[in-house]
């Protein structure tokens, strides 16, 4: 079971031809021991950067410019790559990408496609027992293994994805956008089927751009907007005090039961990170802004969390 995690001042930057990218922006969290995570944020906010840079798959021209990840009070970051590979990379931490789902490749059979993951450790022996175990982990029956991608329904499919997540036993889950795409009850099982690996257990990182679902599995909730931190806290909290006018934003959107027309979303175009804000970065969308605002905004503490906004100073 994972003790903790600590991101600290976290910046991850893409060096492309057009300016540098402040995809993740000195972002700053922590999680206890048993505590899930849900990470919401508009596309483009920096969600799966920010947990590339957890399983250390950046692309060669994006960089980890400062900031420290410690699991288990392990800082991961100083770790030579062929450690990180050996003991972290899958093992401890692992990863369902964003639209991994899609991105199976059509000519393996399932088999095949968990068998590339597993053959890199020492697990090769063991390979088809592990296998069907995993897939019965995640409720599919291990004919499965005989079958290819455009045999299975989408719902499937996320659910190998899962499988092979879950190869190597890792203790932190990171889910990236795992429902979008599903149609609504393929996503409440894919939701069902990670609360009971919690329940068993494991942390889990849940990356969503929909605050809905993650009532569902997360104890702590990070708010991103625009490469920061607007927001962290218990989710409970965020649920019925969101503080930061972006997290009140995403609240009021979140489809109430009955039918209730979506809410206004936040409205405009994505912020530049290659050239943010100055200030608060939410300002130029923000119904509360001040003169001050165009000065970088305090971390203000709250319950368990904290609130990056001048209205709290
Ligand atoms: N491979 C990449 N090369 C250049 N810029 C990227 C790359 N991936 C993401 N970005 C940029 O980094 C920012 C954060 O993106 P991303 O982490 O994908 O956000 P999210 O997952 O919240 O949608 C965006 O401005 C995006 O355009
Ligand atoms: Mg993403």
Same mark, same amino acid.
């Given at each position: 079971?994972?003790?903790?995690?600590?991101?600290?001042?976290?910046?991850?930057?893409?060096?492309?031809?057009?300016?540098?990218?402040?995809?993740?922006?000195?972002?700053?969290?922590?999680?206890?021991?048993?505590?899930?995570?849900?990470?919401?944020?508009?596309?483009?906010?920096?969600?799966?950067?920010?947990?590339?840079?957890?399983?250390?798959?950046?692309?060669?021209?994006?960089?980890?410019?400062?900031?420290?990840?410690?699991?288990?009070?392990?800082?991961?970051?100083?770790?030579? =790559?062929?450690?990180?590979?050996?003991?972290?990379?899958?093992?401890?931490?692992?990863?369902?990408?964003?639209?991994?789902?899609?991105?199976?490749?059509?000519?393996?059979?399932?088999?095949? $496609?968990?068998?590339?993951?597993?053959?890199?450790?020492?697990?090769?022996?063991?390979?088809?027992?592990?296998?069907?175990?995993?897939?019965?982990?995640? =409720?599919?029956? /291990?004919?499965?293994?005989?079958?290819?991608?455009?045999?299975?329904?989408?719902?499937?499919?996320?659910?190998?994805?899962?499988? /092979?997540?879950?190869?190597?036993?890792?203790?932190?889950?990171?889910?990236?956008?795992?429902?979008?795409?599903?149609?609504?009850?393929?996503?409440?099982?894919?939701?069902?089927?990670?609360?009971?690996?919690?329940? =068993? #257990?494991?942390?889990?990182?849940?990356?969503?751009?929909?605050?809905?679902?993650?009532?569902?599995?997360?104890?702590?909730?990070?708010?991103?907007?625009?490469?920061?931190?607007?927001?962290?806290?218990?989710?409970?909290?965020?649920?019925?005090?969101?503080?930061?006018?972006?997290? $009140?934003?995403?609240?009021?959107?979140?489809?109430?039961?009955?039918?209730?027309?979506?809410?206004?979303?936040?409205?405009?175009?994505?912020?530049?990170?290659? =050239?943010?804000?100055?200030?608060?970065?939410?300002?130029?969308?923000?119904?509360?802004?001040?003169?001050?605002?165009?000065?970088?905004?305090?971390?203000?503490?709250?319950?368990? #969390?904290?609130?990056?906004?001048?209205?709290?100073?």
């Amino acid at each position: 079971m994972m003790q903790s995690l600590l991101v600290d001042n976290l910046k991850t930057y893409y060096f492309t031809n057009s300016g540098v990218v402040r995809a993740v922006d000195g972002v700053t969290f922590e999680l206890k021991k048993g505590e899930s995570l849900g990470l919401a944020g508009e596309s483009g906010s920096g969600k799966s950067t920010l947990a590339l840079s957890i399983m250390r798959i950046l692309p060669s021209f994006a960089k980890i410019v400062s900031g420290r990840i410690l699991l288990d009070s392990i800082d991961i970051l100083s770790i030579s =790559e062929k450690d990180f590979n050996k003991s972290f990379r899958w093992k401890k931490i692992s990863m369902i990408f964003q639209g991994a789902m899609n991105a199976l490749d059509p000519v393996y059979n399932i088999r095949d $496609q968990l068998y590339e993951i597993l053959k890199y450790h020492n697990y090769k022996d063991r390979f088809e027992d592990r296998a069907k175990e995993v897939l019965e982990e995640v =409720e599919l029956e /291990s004919s499965v293994l005989n079958r290819y991608p455009h045999e299975l329904s989408g719902g499937m499919k996320q659910r190998v994805v899962i499988a /092979s997540s879950l190869l190597l036993k890792p203790n932190l889950l990171i889910a990236d956008e795992p429902t979008t795409a599903l149609d609504v009850l393929v996503q409440a099982e894919i939701i069902n089927l990670l609360k009971r690996l919690k329940r =068993e #257990g494991m942390s889990i990182m849940l990356i969503t751009h929909d605050l809905a679902i993650i009532s569902e599995i997360a104890e702590k909730i990070c708010i991103m907007y625009a490469g920061e931190i607007a927001e962290f806290g218990r989710a409970k909290d965020i649920y019925t005090k969101p503080m930061h006018p972006y997290t $009140q934003a995403l609240i009021k959107a979140i489809p109430r039961l009955r039918g209730e027309k979506k809410l206004s979303y936040i409205k405009g175009s994505q912020p530049n990170l290659i =050239e943010p804000l100055e200030g608060c970065r939410f300002r130029d969308k923000c119904p509360y802004v001040m003169d001050v605002c165009k000065k970088t905004p305090p971390l203000i503490k709250s319950n368990d #969390g904290y609130v990056r906004c001048w209205l709290y100073k």
